[in-house]
C-alpha cells in the first residue's frame, strides 16, 4: 500500500476512534476541511509539518500515521454526518 493510502487510512481511524469530526479536526489543527478531506482519500500529499500537527491534536506521534494497516482490513467508515449528540 502506498504512503498516501496508509496516512488516509490511519488519518480516518484515529479521528473516528477520537470521536471527531472532520470539522472539529480543522478547527483544531488549522487544517481546511476540504484539505483533511483530500488526505482521507488519499488525492493530495501533505507535507511532514502538517502530519506532525495533525497527529499532534489527535495525540499520536507522527509515524502513527504512516502505520501499516492490518492485512486484509477495511477502510474504516466516516462518521455520520450531522450533528453529534451532547455529552
Do not use: F
Not at 21 to 40: N, R, T
Not at 51 to 63: H, P, Q, S, T, Y
Not at 67 to 80: F, K, L, N, S, T
Amino acid at each position: 500500500m502506498e504512503a498516501r493510502r496508509r496516512i488516509a487510512w490511519n488519518l480516518r481511524r484515529l479521528r473516528t476512534t477520537g470521536g471527531l469530526s472532520q470539522e472539529a479536526l480543522s478547527a483544531d489543527s488549522g487544517v481546511a476541511v476540504p484539505y483533511l478531506s483530500g488526505i482521507e482519500r488519499g488525492t493530495v500529499n501533505p507535507t511532514i509539518g502538517l502530519l506532525e500537527r495533525i497527529a499532534g491534536v489527535l495525540g499520536v506521534d507522527g509515524a502513527e500515521l504512516l502505520a501499516v494497516p492490518p492485512e486484509g482490513a477495511a477502510m474504516p467508515e466516516p462518521m455520520r454526518a450531522g450533528r453529534k449528540p451532547k455529552r
